[in-house]
């Protein structure tokens, strides 16, 4: 059964500070590796993909992907009370369509 | 542009009857899929479907089936509710070219 493993939290950080958010996944030959925010009683919206080694940046989201590691994670920085979710990381299974999610990391930004 | 819609977005079923949720998207995505969300667990996939006319198994397919009505449309049915049934059940369209899947709003089952 491939996997992907998430602290479940939550992780407290206070406004301003960087929340970093780590995922480990089992299956060596996954290439596309994601990050979804979900708040409370909503869907999860993709914020981040990665699909290289090293990392990638889009505002104040900074991804992270270690394919020897077999481990991803997202950077938040400047954090914000809205940014107070659940970061869900999902992974597509290797030679399919189809994505295996982590149970997420709740993340609480204090004000 | 209404993205990707769901209905109902509330249901309680007795144990052992039957249903089909519904999902739609207006997109022109190709890709769709069903997951389920329970407490603890995180999303787990169901079933999807790659194009119009296939369908495939996700981690989780026992109880349910699926029909890809068109392009658009993508259904799930539960035969036989069972307890074990009760969960948020979301859908999730995606392009061939990139892999951004948009997501329903979900679908609140209680099976008593």
């Known amino acids: 059964q491939k996997e992907v493993e998430q602290n479940s939290g939550p992780l407290s950080v206070p406004e301003g500070a960087i929340a970093s958010l780590n995922c480990t996944y089992s299956?060596?030959?996954?290439?596309?590796f994601f990050w979804y925010r979900q708040y409370s009683g909503k869907s999860p919206e993709l914020i981040m993909f990665?699909?290289?080694?090293g990392d990638k940046e889009d505002g104040r989201f900074t991804a992270q992907l270690n394919k020897a590691s077999q481990y991803v994670s997202l950077l938040i920085r400047d954090s914000q009370p809205s940014d107070s979710a659940t970061y869900l990381c999902?992974?597509?299974?290797?030679?399919?369509?189809?994505?295996?999610f982590g149970t997420g990391t709740r993340l609480k930004v204090l004000a | 542009n209404a993205g990707v819609t769901q209905t109902p977005k509330f249901q309680v079923l007795k144990t052992g009857q039957s249903m089909t949720l519904q999902c739609a998207q207006d997109?022109?995505?190709?890709?769709m899929y069903w997951y389920r969300q329970d407490p603890g667990m995180g999303l787990r996939l169901i079933y999807y479907s790659a194009s119009e006319g296939t369908t495939d198994k996700g981690e989780v397919p026992n109880g349910y089936n699926v029909s890809r009505l068109n392009k658009r449309e993508f259904s799930l049915r539960l035969e036989s509710a069972a307890p074990s049934q009760t969960s948020v059940y979301f859908c999730a369209s995606q392009t061939s070219l990139d892999e951004w899947q948009y997501f329903g709003p979900g679908t609140r089952l209680t099976v008593t």
């Open positions: 999902a992974v597509r299974a290797s030679g399919t369509y189809k994505y295996i």
């Open positions: 299956d060596r030959g996954s290439q596309s």
């Open positions: 997109m022109n995505h190709n890709s």
């Open positions: 990665i699909y290289s080694n």
